[in-house]
Nanobody
Framework: QVQLVESGGGLVQAGGSLRLSCAAS????????MGWFRQAPGKERQFVAAISWSNSSTYYTDSVKGRFTISRDNAKNTVYLQMNSLKPEDTAVYYC?????????????????WGQGTQVTVSS
């Protein structure tokens, strides 16, 4: 059974930084692309970033390019999202996602498993 456990969310002022972590278990972590999505109240779940199984490719939604960095440590079965220059519009529940075999999880239909989510709140 695959489990994805996020941590690192919290309350931060605009311009601040947070680092989210997602620890995975249950299947060979290094064989699957990983990603992050977010969902604000009353809105659909939105793609944020993804990284290939080999660390060779990364993908970002336009609104976070240059501010967020996704990375992974296959030895620790963990994916990270470093978020800098945070804005109030980044406020959302952030979800870790593990992609289907051979697919980067850039849309919800390419996701096999979800984490439980971690709240990120950016105050102005």
């Amino acid at each position: 059974q695959v489990q994805l456990v996020e941590s690192g969310g919290g309350l931060v002022q605009a311009g601040g930084s947070l680092r989210l972590s997602c620890a995975a278990s249950g299947r060979t972590f290094s064989s699957y692309a990983m990603g992050w999505f977010r969902q604000a109240p009353g809105k659909e779940r939105q793609f944020v970033a993804a990284i290939s199984w080999s660390n060779s490719s990364t993908y970002y939604t336009d609104s976070v390019k240059g501010r967020f960095t996704i990375s992974r440590d296959n030895a620790k079965n963990t994916v990270y999202l470093q978020m800098n220059s945070l804005k109030p519009e980044d406020t959302a529940v952030y979800y870790c996602a593990q992609g289907r075999y051979g697919s980067a999880p850039t849309t919800p239909n390419k996701v096999d498993y979800w984490g439980q989510g971690t709240q990120v709140t950016v105050s102005s």
